[in-house]
């Protein structure tokens, strides 16, 4: 019965072969993934990949027109092949996962806003041009490079190339929402953080600011700001984001990091919800503090130690 217990509660598909390669067990992942309990029509899919009696860690496949990550692992007692082991998960929830955990989404939708506005910028050029108005087709360049240089120097504090690339894609972001968007003079970020990631730190940040930005677009006549804060020493990380946006009732501070839950209510994203699992991850805090004019998220994270 535990045994029993054990095998039907796990959340990977797991299923038995035995010696002459036909299906023994299937646990309930194993046929709510694959939206199939034909044990025939499952085996037949898996036979030739047991046949091999090699063992298979990670592997992609195709079983029941599912795309699935496979690991396979024969037993053989005294010689004797006694059957195989198969554990697998979706390829769909496992590129999910990873887009969550490596805060690839961030990267992605902060150069689209990056494309859209290069090109916006290229179609006034080529207008100017277009009118034969020289002078203020070079004007024009000549403000683009300037606040081009204004942007570079917002980051010149931060030594790591990845969150100096998000926080450049989202200055672009701020300024198209008319987001007075400022890092911090005093901050300060190294290139390297010991056991904290650059993807990790990248989550945090990208979804801080997203928020920050989608509390502000609330208030569209506003005078909308937000303010980034980083410092860094040998043994922690501080982020702190502050917005004069929509505020956070105190019976919403208790729930905004959870999974579907948001400054704006139940039911959108899991952008805070990640940043609570990041934050756990190196034994940090997160705070959620009220001001006069906003509100402020404040995290530190440790660079050492264990869960």
Sequence with gaps: MEKE???ENIKEGLIA?????????MNKSALYILRDNNREKVGKGLINFAKKRVPYYNKEFILCNKKIFINLVPIVKEG???????TFVDQNEMNSIARDITGIDQVINSLRASVHEFKNKLHVVMGFIQMKEYTEAKDY????QREENKSFSLVSAVEDHYINAILLSKWSIAKENRIDFKIENTSNLWEKHGIIS???LVVIVGNLLDNAFEAC????DSE????????????????EVFDNGIEVSDDMKDSIFQRGITTKGKGRGSG???VKDKVRLYNGFVEVIEEDNGKRFVIELSKGGEN
């Design 17 to 25: 072969l035995n010696s002459k390669d036909e299906i023994e067990y």
């Design 141 to 144: 360049i000549m403000k683009l």
């Design 224 to 239: 909308n700001k937000v303010e980034l804060f980083l410092d860094e020493d040998d043994e922690r990380i501080c982020i």
């Design 5 to 7: 217990m054990i095998l």
């Design 272 to 274: 805070l919800s990640l």
């Design 80 to 86: 004797r092949y006694m059957g195989s082991v198969i």
């Design 198 to 200: 650059s993807d990790d």
């Design 217 to 220: 677009m609330i208030f569209e």
